[in-house]
């Protein structure tokens, strides 16, 4: 046999030329024609080159069929807008070859997307792509299969979007960083195995909350809720719910443990109490008043106990805000220089008609004793106390 040198040198090959191989399941050496080699590549290698495919559907419900190809596919669709639906027709089968790859990308969300595996059976495409989604499917010519072996977003070659059928992953991390994984709060829960309650997804400031139920809080502020339900209090004292859902004497005095009589809640200011019982003693804190230009003024709710050091003649004893009833002690003590006089007030009734007059040695002091009823005030006068 002549080595490689000694053959002569041919410029054009045909289909037909032959070449001499090792045939490892024969043990010895062959020839095989250019063209059965040329189809040996084209069977088991697939081809680096892709055929573009670029579509632009206008309408819900479009159909892209695909040519067969010696290499494989990218098909770009930038649909005009969202579609409901839409699919996608694979070569027929029998022009598909082993390891042949079909790209399908989308510009625009199509929410329900089928796949035509047209002869070939498919596993894994999506129902669906989302706007800038795709995936890619790979042919086996030996199952007439093709199956999807890439999808947008995937950890360690493991679909997490669109892949059919259950995925476990184990210790692998999502750093989604400037990307955003959307879903609803509906879509949330259902992902969720362990929630409790119904609703939207809540954040820790300013959140509503619909009828929640809160257990037992360690700690809270409730300066501005509203609504407080009295009903659901507990560790009350008897009758404390009651008086809190409707606050009148009546159960007020039901709540308390230590109260003495019975009636309505009394208030400092004009209070009417009845048959009231005083132990121990009361007093009235008196208010000194003085004259000024000869008018001496007093307010009779002031206090029911007035004491005054006259230092002139008083022409004018005005007495203001009395109420009916209202008993008043008026102590009027001369200065150092006495004969101090007082002129009364036309509503007073002396006792015989006759008015008092006050006492006029130094420093002398008189009591006057008036109460006021309809119009009047009824005086009585204890005069130099000493």
């Not at 490892?24 to 040329?38: F, H, M, Q, Y």
């Given at each position: 046999?002549?080595?490689?040198?000694?053959?002569?040198?041919?410029?054009?090959?045909?289909?037909?030329?032959?070449?001499?191989?090792?045939?490892?399941?024969?043990?010895?050496?062959?020839?095989?024609?250019?063209?059965t080699l040329v189809e040996y590549f084209q069977t088991t290698f697939a081809d680096p080159n892709y055929t573009v495919v670029i579509n632009a559907p206008t309408n819900s419900g479009f159909n892209i069929a695909l040519a067969a190809s010696s290499q494989s596919i990218w098909l770009i669709m930038n649909p005009t807008g969202t579609f409901a639906a839409g699919s996608v027709t694979l070569p027929p089968v029998a022009d598909c070859y082993d390891?042949?790859?079909?790209i399908i990308i989308s510009t625009q969300t199509i929410s329900a997307l089928t796949i035509n595996g047209n002869g070939g059976t498919l596993v894994g495409v999506p129902a669906s792509?989302?706007?800038?989604?795709?995936?890619?499917?790979?042919f086996n010519e030996l199952q007439q299969t093709w199956y999807t072996i890439v999808n947008s977003l995937q950890i360690s070659g493991v679909d997490l979007v669109t892949t059919t059928g259950v995925q476990t992953l184990t210790n692998k991390t999502i750093n989604l960083a400037d990307n955003t994984l959307i879903m609803t709060s509906a879509q949330l829960a259902t992902a969720l195995l362990d929630e409790t309650g119904s609703g939207l997804a809540v954040f820790n400031t300013s959140p509503t909350l619909v009828?929640?139920?809160?257990?037992?809080?360690?700690?809270g502020t409730l300066t501005n809720c509203t609504g407080l339900p009295t009903s659901g209090l507990t560790g009350l004292g008897v009758g404390v719910q009651t008086f809190l859902g409707t606050p009148s004497s009546a159960n007020l005095a039901s709540a308390l443990t230590d109260e003495t009589g019975t009636g309505s809640?009394?208030?400092?200011?004009?209070?009417?109490?009845?048959?009231?019982?005083?132990t121990g003693h009361a007093q009235t804190a008196p208010v000194a008043v003085s004259s000024s230009g000869g008018t001496l003024t007093a307010n009779m709710t002031e206090s029911n106990v007035f004491t005054s050091t006259l230092t002139e003649n008083v022409a004018t004893l005005t007495l203001t805000g009395a109420a009916q009833g209202q008993t008043v002690n008026m102590?009027?003590?001369?200065?150092?220089?006495?004969?101090?006089?007082?002129?009364?007030?036309?509503?007073?009734?002396?006792?015989?008609?006759?008015?008092?007059?006050l006492s006029t040695n130094a420093n002398a002091v008189d009591l006057l004793v008036i109460t006021y009823l309809g119009t009047s005030w009824y005086a009585s006068m204890l005069k130099d106390l000493s």
């Amino acid at each position: 046999m002549p080595t490689i040198n000694q053959l002569p040198t041919i410029n054009a090959l045909s289909g037909g030329d032959q070449l001499p191989v090792y045939a490892t399941s024969n043990g010895d050496a062959r020839k095989a024609s250019i063209t059965t080699l040329v189809e040996y590549f084209q069977t088991t290698f697939a081809d680096p080159n892709y055929t573009v495919v670029i579509n632009a559907p206008t309408n819900s419900g479009f159909n892209i069929a695909l040519a067969a190809s010696s290499q494989s596919i990218w098909l770009i669709m930038n649909p005009t807008g969202t579609f409901a639906a839409g699919s996608v027709t694979l070569p027929p089968v029998a022009d598909c070859y082993d390891g042949q790859e079909i790209i399908i990308i989308s510009t625009q969300t199509i929410s329900a997307l089928t796949i035509n595996g047209n002869g070939g059976t498919l596993v894994g495409v999506p129902a669906s792509l989302g706007a800038g989604s795709s995936f890619t499917i790979r042919f086996n010519e030996l199952q007439q299969t093709w199956y999807t072996i890439v999808n947008s977003l995937q950890i360690s070659g493991v679909d997490l979007v669109t892949t059919t059928g259950v995925q476990t992953l184990t210790n692998k991390t999502i750093n989604l960083a400037d990307n955003t994984l959307i879903m609803t709060s509906a879509q949330l829960a259902t992902a969720l195995l362990d929630e409790t309650g119904s609703g939207l997804a809540v954040f820790n400031t300013s959140p509503t909350l619909v009828t929640p139920i809160l257990g037992t809080p360690t700690s809270g502020t409730l300066t501005n809720c509203t609504g407080l339900p009295t009903s659901g209090l507990t560790g009350l004292g008897v009758g404390v719910q009651t008086f809190l859902g409707t606050p009148s004497s009546a159960n007020l005095a039901s709540a308390l443990t230590d109260e003495t009589g019975t009636g309505s809640a009394v208030f400092n200011t004009d209070p009417t109490i009845d048959g009231a019982n005083f132990t121990g003693h009361a007093q009235t804190a008196p208010v000194a008043v003085s004259s000024s230009g000869g008018t001496l003024t007093a307010n009779m709710t002031e206090s029911n106990v007035f004491t005054s050091t006259l230092t002139e003649n008083v022409a004018t004893l005005t007495l203001t805000g009395a109420a009916q009833g209202q008993t008043v002690n008026m102590l009027f003590t001369q200065d150092a220089t006495g004969s101090r006089t007082m002129a009364w007030p036309a509503a007073f009734k002396w006792p015989g008609g006759t008015a008092e007059t006050l006492s006029t040695n130094a420093n002398a002091v008189d009591l006057l004793v008036i109460t006021y009823l309809g119009t009047s005030w009824y005086a009585s006068m204890l005069k130099d106390l000493s």
